[in-house]
């Protein structure tokens, strides 16, 4: 029996190493690693040049809390707004970003109200559950935080009738990747920018998971054209190493003074290390193209290998979801079994998440086992 809190189905496989996409359990079996530690290490596992950042760092210093100046912060703040007028607040993880996101929407604007979406994943500290529009993470906690609002995604509409002065924050996520891999639509994501800007609400934008260029863009709104008021990052920027990030605009600095807001580990020496080597290699416009290369290759194989046995395919670069005719914890057991790790959304759709250094061969490979594994159960069923 195990003496940790059973929070996790975890899967009966113990992952022990890990180079690029390749990593290995425990009994030195190999799978292709399409989950990337949930789109955590979008450089693969043990990326050289991350790898040697952080062990400069930790024969440096690795820790010396925020009552000191951290010039290392400051170099991957600037690189991470990129010229753009922002500032920056490091954190540990994607809740702990949402969760500064919300508070300083909430004393910026002074409004209580805040607007998110059905099917959304936020995080699940108090206030991230509940800005999760999601009853199966809400259940068996009692009361939740007041003042927060549940519209169905895409649905700018819905929106209109809702936002209004007293709205403090719009909060979404480009694609729901928790959600079912559910893209918001151009037309959505800019109606709902133009309706913060005319009730005076902020539009915090979510990119825990379509950041750090997993979209292909180096954040998933850009695709939009839009400019959020705030956005949270967290997940590909440490490439496996916790940090996190909430990105506002600089008029909103002056509302998180100090003491207002803290987090003792956030901008980790270590993390900051490692997260100033994955924007270097992330942010290069060559490798962002790579990666929307690689995201409508694997589409393509996809759709030539398995149209015929699924509903679709949808996502935007290397972060997919297929969504079957059948439930999707069965496929990716067998996937497992045969190689290839995989996650799901939901009941039935399939989550992709490779590492975006993943190769050609890697993707025809995958596709291959997907295809198998599809086609056996559609025989199956026939």
């Not at 940090?243 to 807001?261: C, D, Q, R, S, Y």
Request: overall charge negative; hydrophobic content about 45%.
């Amino acid at each position: 029996m195990s003496d940790l809190f059973p929070t996790y189905a975890k899967f009966p496989i113990e992952i022990v190493e890990g180079k690029g996409t390749v990593v290995k359990d425990a009994n030195g079996k190999a799978y292709l690693d399409f989950t990337s530690g949930i789109a955590v290490c979008n450089l693969g596992h043990c990326h050289d040049e991350v790898l040697a950042s952080v062990q400069n760092q930790l024969g440096q210093i690795w820790h010396t809390s925020n009552l000191f100046e951290s010039s290392i912060q400051e170099q991957v703040a600037t690189k991470l707004i990129a010229g753009v007028d922002r500032a920056v607040f490091f954190c540990n993880s994607g809740a702990e970003a949402n969760e500064a996101a919300l508070k300083l929407a909430k004393k910026h604007t002074g409004c209580d109200e805040i607007i998110t979406f059905k099917q959304s994943f936020h995080g699940r500290t108090i206030a991230t559950m509940t800005a999760t529009g999601q009853g199966k993470i809400h259940d068996g906690f009692g009361a939740l935080l007041p003042g927060f609002t549940y519209l169905p995604y895409n649905d700018l509409a819905a929106l209109k009738n809702m936002i209004s002065g007293k709205t403090a924050a719009v909060m979404l996520e480009v694609i729901q990747g928790e959600g079912g891999v559910l893209p918001a639509t151009t037309e959505f994501l800019v109606g709902a920018s133009e309706l913060c800007q005319k009730n005076g609400a902020l539009l915090i934008i979510d990119e825990v998971q379509t950041g750090m260029g997993r979209t292909g863009k180096r954040f998933a709104f850009e695709h939009a054209g839009i400019e959020p008021d705030i956005f949270t990052l967290a997940k590909g920027l440490g490439n496996g190493l916790p940090v996190g990030a909430m990105v506002g605009k600089a008029e909103l600095a002056e509302t998180f003074g100090p003491g207002v807001h803290g987090s003792t580990f956030g901008g980790n020496k270590i993390a900051m290390a490692a997260a100033e080597t994955v924007i270097d290699i992330i942010f290069d416009d060559d490798f962002l193209a790579g990666v929307t290369e690689k995201g409508v290759y694997f589409k393509e194989l996809l759709t030539e290998k398995i149209a015929a046995n699924i509903v679709e395919i949808r996502g935007d670069g290397l972060m997919l979801g297929i969504e079957l005719e059948t439930e999707a914890g069965s496929v990716v057991k067998a996937l497992q079994e045969i190689g290839l790790l995989t996650l799901t959304a939901g009941p039935n759709v399939l989550r992709i998440l490779p590492p975006l250094t993943v190769t050609k061969i890697e993707l025809e490979q995958a596709a291959n086992l997907i295809a198998s594994v599809l086609i056996k159960q559609e025989v199956g069923m026939k």
